[in-house]
């Protein structure tokens, strides 16, 4: 049923910008912000740390999104390891900068769900238990940190996406959502979704903000590189009617994760340079930046940062240098 109502109302979304042109107005100030991975900036041969500094003193980035893997905070059952989440913190706050703490077991980043050895071999109901145990400690350590403005419930919670993942499901990401705000009813909460394949109405509903992906080009194992083809509108009239209709007490749509890196089917780390730098040009950068503004979100925040400084390591600073023209504005 879920599916059916999906397209239908895409399908209506497609005809309304069709015969009744949807120009939403782009916003005067955009905040810019990026992704932050320290187990994917390993996986591309980088000092995480190093990198991280960089990001906030070299680009001067001062709004971050940040995973709390639970395969890296609790490796071992009961035993709790936060030293990578409390530098990164305490970095940003240094610096001013504000950060969207993502809890839960789902998280940014292949293979989505970072689950710890230990918790492989339960059941979803005995796994998603402990889940909410790291979620409730998380949120209790950093809940009076300054660095921290948003919660994020997992990332892209209702989409089935992901390696040794969970079936997605509604009541227990509604138990993750219930906890947070009894922990901490300070703060709003973010729950991201699939800006293409994916209905939103769920993870607004149960939001205060929501966090929509947007990526142009994408890879299928059958079908090879596909590009997206949908007016930027399309994101922001989807956001308006599911608010007006069905979640008016939303109080915001952002992006993200706008795409900012190559797609590979493979993993970048395994893909030569050269493949990378075709399939995703600094043109390609700039047009989804531009695509970016005409949805009229006025937050966005971009996916690859990591990788921006992998290329530099292969002579190829222009991403880099394009970024630092973003967030010096």
């Not at 070299?58 to 989440?85: A, C, H, M, Q």
């Not at 703490?101 to 492989?120: D, F, N, S, Y």
């Not at 409730?136 to 994020?152: F, I, M, P, S």
């Not at 939103?200 to 966090?211: C, H, I, P, R």
Request: proline content about 6%.
């Amino acid at each position: 049923m879920n599916k059916k109502i999906s397209l239908i109302l895409i399908l209506a979304i497609l005809l309304t910008l069709i015969y009744y042109p949807y120009k939403p107005k782009i916003a005067e100030n955009i905040k810019y912000g990026v992704t932050f991975s320290p187990t994917y900036t390993q996986t591309l041969g980088l000092d995480w740390k190093s990198i991280y500094i960089n990001i906030l003193d070299d680009l001067k980035v001062r709004n971050l999104r940040i995973p709390t893997y639970w395969s890296t905070i609790e490796p071992r059952e009961g035993e709790f390891d936060y030293s990578s989440v409390d530098f990164m913190l305490d970095e940003a706050n240094k610096r001013d900068a504000k950060v969207i703490l993502v809890v839960g077991m789902k998280q940014p980043r292949w293979p989505e769900c970072h689950i710890p050895t230990w918790a492989k071999i339960l059941s979803p109901q005995e796994r998603h238990n402990k889940t909410l145990k790291v979620v409730e400690n998380t949120v209790n350590r950093y809940k009076d940190h300054a660095a921290v403005t948003y919660w994020q419930i997992e990332n892209e919670p209702l989409f089935k996406f992901g390696d040794h993942c969970d079936k997605p499901n509604a009541k227990f990401l509604k138990e993750k959502v219930e906890l947070v705000r009894q922990v901490d009813p300070s703060r709003p909460l973010l729950i991201t979704d699939s800006g293409e394949l994916s209905l939103w109405t769920e993870s607004m509903q149960l939001s205060d903000m929501f966090g929509t992906t947007l990526y142009r080009t994408v890879y299928n194992k059958y079908l090879g590189y596909l590009n997206w083809t949908l007016p930027p509108q399309f994101y922001t009239l989807k956001s308006d009617l599911i608010k007006k209709y069905f979640a008016p007490r939303n109080q915001k749509t952002i992006i993200a994760e706008l795409q900012a890196e190559p797609w590979s089917p493979i993993g970048l780390f395994e893909t030569p340079i050269e493949e990378q730098l075709k399939v995703f040009s600094l043109k390609d950068f700039q047009a989804n930046v531009d695509y970016a503004k005409k949805t009229g979100f006025d937050e966005i925040y971009l996916w690859g940062v990591e990788w921006w400084y992998f290329a530099k390591e292969f002579n190829h600073p222009e991403y880099l240098e394009y970024a630092k023209v973003l967030f010096n504005q």
